[in-house]
Every structure is written in structure tokens, then in C-alpha cells.
């Protein structure tokens, strides 16, 4: 059984910041990449930030040069650093991982979101 916990979200003002944390347990036998998404009221989930088991990432036009992502493969986290927040960037933010929980079973989860509120 495979759980991501993510933390870190709430009401900031325009041009603040936050992070967001993301901590997988359970049998996981290897974590791969892991990510961030993000929606929106009324919209779709859309992508904003990956990070690969390696550290390579991609990020969404909108948050390049203000989101960061990172990892910490000891702790089986990933963190978000969001900077120079947006009333745009309100949504819930969901982490999501690619993890094998054995040699043959390979799946992605998902957190349970957490609500970043940006007020202009």
C-alpha cells in the first residue's frame, strides 16, 4: 500500500511564497520520477513541475523562473518552492510519483491536494 502525503498550501498574499512538500511511504520498492500538478475551479488538472529520479526537470511556462522543484530521495519527498505567487496559480496542487512496489508492478499515485489561495 502506496500513500504521498502533501502538505504546505494556504492563503498567501500576491507575490509571496510558499512550499509545498510531498512525502511518500508505504512498499515502495523504488520511487522514479515524481510531480506536481495543479486545478483550478472549472478547469482541467494541468501539469506545473516534474523531477526525475535523477534530478532533471520540466516545469510549465507559467511557473518557469518562479516554481522550483526538488527532491529528497532519502526522505521520499519532493518539495515545491513557489515564489512570486499569482492569483493565477490558485488551484489545488496534487503530487503524483511514478513508484515500482515490485519487479513487476509499476504504478503512479496521487496525494490528496493541498489549496494554495494567492489573493490579489
Known amino acids: 500500500h502506496v500513500q504521498l502525503q502533501a502538505s504546505g498550501g494556504g492563503l498567501v498574499q500576491a507575490g509571496g511564497s510558499l512550499r509545498l512538500s510531498c512525502a511518500a511511504s508505504g512498499n515502495i520498492l523504488r520511487l522514479h520520477s515524481m510531480g506536481w500538478y495543479r486545478q483550478a475551479p472549472r478547469k482541467q488538472r494541468d501539469l506545473v513541475a516534474t523531477?526525475?529520479?535523477?534530478?532533471?526537470?520540466t516545469y510549465a511556462d507559467s511557473v518557469k523562473g518562479r516554481f522550483t522543484i526538488s527532491r529528497d530521495n532519502a526522505k521520499r519527498t519532493t518539495y515545491l518552492q513557489m515564489n512570486s505567487l499569482k492569483p493565477e496559480d490558485t488551484a489545488v496542487y496534487y503530487c503524483?510519483?511514478?513508484?515500482?512496489?515490485?519487479?513487476?508492478?509499476?504504478?503512479?499515485?496521487w496525494g490528496q491536494g493541498t489549496l494554495v489561495t494567492v489573493s490579489s
Open positions: 503524483n510519483a511514478d513508484i515500482s512496489t515490485t519487479p513487476w508492478r509499476r504504478s503512479h499515485y
Open positions: 523531477i526525475s529520479e535523477g534530478g532533471r526537470t
